[in-house]
C-alpha cells in the first residue's frame, strides 16, 4: 500500500522585506489547511528587472529566517538561488518535485496571480499537475480560472492591506514600523540599516 505523500505549500515572493501580512498568510495556510508545512521561497534578483529598491538575495533569506523564528509549520527556502534566472514557477515546481518526491507541492498565490496565471510559462501544466490554494484580495476578481478542479479558493484568509514597498518607504523615510515587522527583523533592520540606506545609495 502507497504511502500519502506530505502535503507541502510554496509560497513564493520577494519578500522585500518580509512583513507580518506575509506571516499571517503563510500561518494560516500551514494550520488551518490541510498543509503539513509551508515553505516561503524567496525569489533572486530578476536580472530584467530594476534592482535599486532590492535587497541582496541573502539578505532578504535571512530576514524571512528571522522572522518566521522556530516556527515549526513554516520553512524557508532559497531553490530558485540556484536555478537558471530568470525563475520560471514552473521549472522550480519540476525541480522540487524530483528532489522530493515523498512530498506532494501546493502553489499558494492571490487572487491577483491568478488572474493572470494565464501568462506564466506552461500555465496549463502547472493546473494539471499541481493543486493552487488561493486566497482571495480585496480589488481583485479571480477570473475564469477560479472554476478550474485544481484551483481552490479561501475567501476567509486575514489580510492586512500592506505591501512591502509601503514598508521600504516607511524605513526611508524614518517612519516608526514596529507594527508591520517581526521583532526580530525590526532589529536586523535597525542594526543594518538596510532599506535607509538603499535611498542614499
Keep these: 500500500m502507497s504511502t500519502a505523500k506530505t502535503k507541502i505549500g ?11 501580512g506575509h506571516l499571517i498568510i503563510a500561518n494560516y495556510m500551514a494550520t488551518q489547511t490541510d498543509l503539513r508545512e509551508v515553505w516561503l521561497v524567496v525569489s533572486p534578483q530578476n536580472p530584467l528587472k530594476n534592482k535599486a529598491s532590492l535587497a541582496r538575495d541573502q539578505d532578504r533569506l535571512h530576514l524571512v529566517h528571522l522572522a518566521i523564528e522556530d516556527n515549526p509549520r513554516l520553512r524557508t527556502s532559497d531553490v530558485e538561488f540556484k536555478l537558471p534566472k530568470p525563475s520560471y514557477t514552473i521549472d522550480t515546481l ?3 518535485q524530483e ?4 512530498k506532494e507541492f501546493v ?8 488572474l493572470t496565471l494565464h501568462k506564466w ?9 499541481y493543486a493552487l490554494y488561493v486566497y482571495v484580495r480585496l480589488g481583485y476578481e479571480l477570473g475564469e480560472l477560479a472554476t478550474h478542479p485544481s484551483v481552490k479558493i479561501f475567501s476567509d484568509v486575514p489580510q492586512m492591506q500592506i505591501s512591502a514597498s509601503y514598508v521600504r518607504d516607511c524605513l526611508e523615510k524614518g517612519y516608526p514600523v514596529q507594527y508591520l515587522l517581526t521583532e526580530p ?5 535597525d542594526k543594518t540599516n538596510l532599506y535607509r ?5
Excluded at 510554496?10 to 507580518?20: R, W, Y
Excluded at 527583523?185 to 533592520?189: A, C, I, K, P
Design 107 to 114: 502553489l499558494i498565490m492571490g487572487g491577483d496571480n491568478l
Design 185 to 189: 527583523v525590526l532589529r536586523y533592520l
Design 10 to 20: 510554496l509560497f513564493f515572493g520577494s519578500f522585500n522585506p518580509v512583513h507580518v
Design 99 to 102: 528532489r522530493f518526491p515523498d
Design 197 to 201: 540606506k538603499a535611498k542614499k545609495e
Design 94 to 96: 519540476t525541480h522540487l
Design 121 to 129: 510559462k506552461n500555465y496549463e501544466l502547472i493546473l494539471q499537475q
